[in-house]
């Protein structure tokens, strides 16, 4: 079983709507919490991150942590068609702490 | 803003040949790494570094060498392309803390091989 799974998608929306995408994880000491932007043929660009558990809040994106749970979640509001891109969680602790491990990524089009 | 720059975007290459990815990052970060994003695969760590001259293998570093020679130079080395290779290959740095680190990528290099 891989250490961070990520709801594969693809996600299809109209524009406006609110978008959920999550992930789980099984490494309790994973601290800190990213979530990505890759837009075709480019690098991922990082969105947002989170240490610990809690929210955080950026314009229209979210992104939530439940350590109990071991899941995060990222939302956005008010969806744009420039939204559209695949999206990755990432996360890091120890005993690796200077490596980050990976979703697979969930690919999101949003429709005008 | 963290910059981690790749200095070649699309690389066309020929099987054998000697191929050199160059990254550069601006923000000393210690931890620099090289992977590959394949479709279906997703990311794919190659190998990493944790200082100048220190390197460790990651996932499939099979058909790859590394070079770490100044803190915010880290490159990537296919000593003979072959057609397996031809992948995007995305270099990042990390602002490492205790417990974890928060990872910034380039905008990646396209490399086929004919």
């Known amino acids: 079983q891989k250490e961070v799974e990520q709801d594969p998608g693809p996600l299809s929306v109209p524009e406006g709507a609110i978008v959920s995408l999550n992930c789980t994880y099984s490494?309790?000491?994973?601290?800190?919490f990213m979530w990505y932007r890759q837009y075709s043929r480019k690098g991922p660009e990082l969105l947002m991150y989170?240490?610990?558990?809690g929210n955080k809040e950026d314009g229209r994106f979210t992104a939530q942590v439940d350590k109990s749970s071991k899941y995060i979640s990222l939302f956005i509001r008010d969806s744009q068609p420039s939204d559209s891109a695949t999206y990755l969680c990432?996360?890091?602790?120890?005993?690796?702490?200077?490596?980050?491990?990976f979703g697979d990524g969930t690919t999101l089009t949003v429709k005008p | 803003d963290v910059k981690v720059t790749q200095s070649s975007r699309y690389l066309v290459k020929r099987t054998g040949e000697k191929v050199f990815l160059e990254c550069v990052q601006d923000?000393?970060?210690?931890?620099m790494f090289w992977y590959r994003q394949d479709p279906g695969l997703g990311l794919r760590l190659i190998y990493f570094?944790?200082?100048?001259?220190?390197?460790e293998k990651g996932d499939i570093p099979e058909g790859y060498s590394v070079s770490r020679e100044k803190k915010e130079r880290f490159s990537l080395i296919l000593e003979s392309a072959s057609t397996n290779q031809t992948s995007m290959y995305l270099c990042?740095?990390?602002?490492?803390?205790?417990?974890?680190?928060?990872?910034?990528f380039g905008e990646g290099s396209w490399l086929t091989v004919v």
């Open positions: 990042a740095s990390t602002e490492y803390r205790g417990d974890g680190n928060t990872i910034y």
């Open positions: 490494n309790s000491a994973f601290q800190y």
């Open positions: 989170t240490y610990s558990s």
């Open positions: 990432a996360m890091s602790g120890r005993p690796n702490a200077g490596k980050s491990t």
């Open positions: 923000m000393d970060h210690e931890n």
């Open positions: 570094s944790y200082d100048v001259k220190m390197k």
